[in-house]
């Protein structure tokens, strides 16, 4: 793609805030804020609150409609005899299974979310991909998770960029709108905070770091500078955006790292189910594990959780 | 030229293949018989004895798995090691255990000499324990009916405070000849000579993380290993008397098989010496399974 000039994304938030990432101090800065201690009652909190954000994710080739009605009952009760758990923030599946997902989670407060625009690599035509769209809010999905272009965007077609998410949020209607930036096949802190900037500026209700789908998944730096990048954008316009985390957390205690970032950058508001998110799908038993450790004393063992 | 500097050993936990400090930072002192300063040993932490578990639990499916002649080889190789080692490890035992003023002749030579064996010993044992504990029964229709004796999984070992090396090498080897993982807590008082046994696994080709060995007060780790849920049996052997009960209730509550060396009815370990090798012993460790099958017409 080439841009045109005046480049079309002069005069959005992109070309005020997209400034240089100091990489070094990021990291460290990181890595600090992950050695902090959580203690008792705040753990009991946070592993609440983490399960409350997290998005039950399936995404396999293998999903069938038993498998999502499965994990749609994990997703509503999490530990089937403890009422005391919270439900999850949502379901998170393919296209085609919003259907049995919709049916399953009807009337309840589990969210029906669908990955859509060719996920995982985005590499389709942008009508296909916006068909998908469509597709999966008419079957009722509540949030739609959509890829960024990261080949066009890596070829300097930011415009391009924009201009699909833009396309994407006027297709997903109501529905709200996740925009994966896949942060392992960017390359930079750089490039993460831009990226993050063009989504938001063209309209995304939450920015996410990953798929799930590559070996290089969300880390703790990455996540910093999206969530700085998300102050950032707030202070500009005035506009709340939500940060997801996926990809690769399997611990408690990575869930509760997460949660300290978002406290430590942006503030309490932003830990809510509407405003943070963790995609997982091995990482509710870890939870549900370390809640009966606290609880109990006693360390326990993981034959005693459902499988997904 | 000044004297050369001593370049001294530090004592360190055995997690995962891996010789980590105690993520909480402490460590003890350990003296020798006649009560000199020896060295200082990690003192491990809960976090520590979870973090063993939870590397013997991943180990554990591939050594369960190993073929169990493949197994009688790595225990051997162990043996082979600490032979190779042999005068470092009488003189950790002699500097332990022995009290000057009373030297007995040569009892450190003859545990470790006792312990080398051992190994050789359950080395040569792993693949007869099927034929021995297991075998087709007899049964009243057209089935065959064969038991296999199989692992029980993570194993916590708590090793008898005497013989410092013998002690553990015994318990340990009986653990690891059925193919379970093991969490071992050494000797409190004479804990060098299971960390240097440890050095010896991992030039062994056992994978890492189905031998784990912590290093650190039995009265903080004892209680934690016995209520652990991912700890599949707990051995009491080196439990003082007054905490069994104790320690057999908190084992409970995952229904562990609770093992002691000399259980099965042989002969009662001889304390200076060695605890008893017996087939019995690695059996404790393991469950029988049973499966009926339909004979051909």
Request: proline letters at 6%; hydrophobic letters at 45%; glycine letters at 8%.
């Amino acid at each position: 793609m080439v841009q045109t000039a005046p480049p079309p994304l002069s005069g959005v938030v992109v070309e005020e805030a997209g400034g240089a990432v100091d990489a070094v101090g990021l990291e460290a800065r990181a890595a600090a804020l992950a050695t902090r201690s959580i203690k008792r009652d705040s753990k009991l909190w946070a592993l609440d609150l983490a399960i409350r954000c997290c998005d039950l994710t399936t995404l396999e080739g293998s999903d069938s409609p038993g498998k999502i009605a499965a994990l749609a009952s994990k997703a509503l009760r999490p530990a089937p005899t403890d009422p005391s758990i919270p439900h999850v923030a949502a379901l998170c599946i393919y296209p085609s299974l919003v259907p049995p997902a919709v049916d399953a989670l009807s009337g309840t407060d589990v969210k029906v979310a669908s990955v859509a625009t060719a996920f995982p690599s985005g590499q389709a035509p942008l009508e296909a991909r916006l068909e998908e769209v469509r597709y999966a809010v008419s079957a009722g999905a509540d949030e739609v998770d959509i890829v960024i272009s990261r080949g066009a965007f890596l070829a300097g077609g930011e415009v391009a960029v924009f201009e699909e998410v833009q396309a994407s949020k006027e297709a997903a209607g109501a529905a709200h709108l996740k925009v994966i930036l896949e942060i392992g096949e960017l390359g930079s802190y750089d490039r993460i905070r831009r990226a993050s900037l063009i989504a938001m500026s063209a309209g995304a209700d939450f920015i996410k770091t990953s798929t799930g789908k590559i070996p290089q998944a969300s880390s703790l730096p990455a996540c910093l500078v999206m969530a700085e990048a998300i102050r950032d954008f707030s202070d500009a316009t005035g506009r709340t955006v939500g940060l997801k985390v996926a990809g690769g957390i399997r611990s408690a205690k990575d869930a509760i790292r997460y949660l300290v970032i978002m406290n430590e950058t942006l503030g309490a508001g932003w830990l809510t189910p509407d405003l943070f998110r963790i995609g997982a799908s091995s990482l509710l038993n870890d939870l549900l594990m370390q809640i009966d450790k606290q609880r109990t004393g006693r360390y326990s063992d993981p034959d005693r959780y459902t499988l997904d | 030229m000044g004297e050369r500097v001593d370049v001294r050993k530090t004592y360190k936990l055995f997690i995962g293949g891996a010789w980590p400090r105690s993520e909480s930072g402490r460590s003890y002192e350990v003296m020798s018989a006649d009560g000199k300063f020896i060295a200082n040993a990690a003192r491990a932490s809960r976090k520590d004895l979870r973090d063993a578990v939870a590397a013997a639990r991943k180990a554990w499916p591939k050594w369960a798995g190993l073929t169990a002649y493949n197994r009688g080889q790595i225990l051997y190789r162990v043996a082979e090691v600490m032979e190779s080692r042999r005068a470092e490890l009488i003189h950790e035992v002699e500097r332990a255990e022995q009290d000057q003023g009373r030297h007995r002749p040569d009892p450190a030579e003859s545990q470790v000499d006792e312990a080398i064996d051992t190994w050789v010993w359950y080395a040569g044992l792993t693949d007869k324990l099927a034929y021995m504990a297991g075998g087709l029964n007899p049964v009243a229709g057209p089935y065959f009916n064969i038991s296999v004796p199989e692992p029980t999984g993570v194993a916590g070992i708590v090793c008898p405070e005497r013989p410092s090396l013998g002690g553990s090498c015994a318990r340990l080897a009986a653990a690891l000849c059925g193919g379970n993982a093991v969490v071992a807590v050494a000797s409190e008082k004479h804990p060098l000579p299971a960390i240097t046994m440890s050095e010896c696994f991992a030039t062994s080709d056992l994978p890492p993380g189905v031998a784990n060995i912590l290093t650190g007060h039995k009265e903080e780790l004892v209680p934690v290993l016995a209520a652990h849920g991912d700890v599949d049996a707990i051995d009491v052997t080196g439990v003082a008397s007054k905490d069994l009960e104790t320690v057999e209730a908190a084992a409970a509550a995952n229904v562990k098989r609770i093992v002691r060396a000399g259980a099965a009815g042989q002969t009662r370990p001889d304390r200076r010496t060695q605890p008893a090798r017996s087939p019995y012993e690695a059996t404790a460790f393991m469950e029988i399974k049973t499966v009926w099958h339909p004979k051909g017409a």
